[in-house]
């Protein structure tokens, strides 16, 4: 049985940037629900700092996280909004109970 993988990634923006960061963000959700091996990504935004984005996501094991950074939707993100990008942190997590 695969092991899942739970990643949470923190997407920072630069100042002015906010919308159209949350606009590619909320079309990469999209096309990312819509892979195989996706079983959960979602987008949330912090109410106390509009620059800052969280995506949760699950993915059924490695290799289905490593489709998904290797799919064109996430290079086109990648290569399109990486200037407006401040800062991405990754936390990988693995699941106890």
């Known amino acids: 049985m695969p092991t899942p993988v739970t990643l949470i ?6 100042p002015g ?3 159209a960061v949350a606009a590619g963000l909320q079309a ?8 195989a091996g996706c079983q959960r990504y979602e987008l949330h935004t912090n109410p106390a700092n509009p620059q800052q ?3 949760l996501e ?7 996280l490593e ?11 990648t290569q ?3 200037a ?10 693995q699941r106890l109970a």
Do not use: C, G, K, Y
């Open 17 to 19: 940037h906010a919308e």
């Open 58 to 64: 699950q993915w059924r094991d490695d290799a289905a």
């Open 84 to 93: 407006r990008l401040a800062s991405i942190e990754l936390l990988p997590l």
């Open 67 to 77: 489709l998904h950074r290797n799919a064109p939707h996430f290079q086109h993100f």
């Open 28 to 35: 990469l959700v999209v096309a990312s629900n819509a892979e």
């Open 9 to 14: 990634a923190t997407i920072n923006s630069l």
């Open 53 to 55: 984005f969280v995506m």
């Open 80 to 82: 399109t909004f990486a």
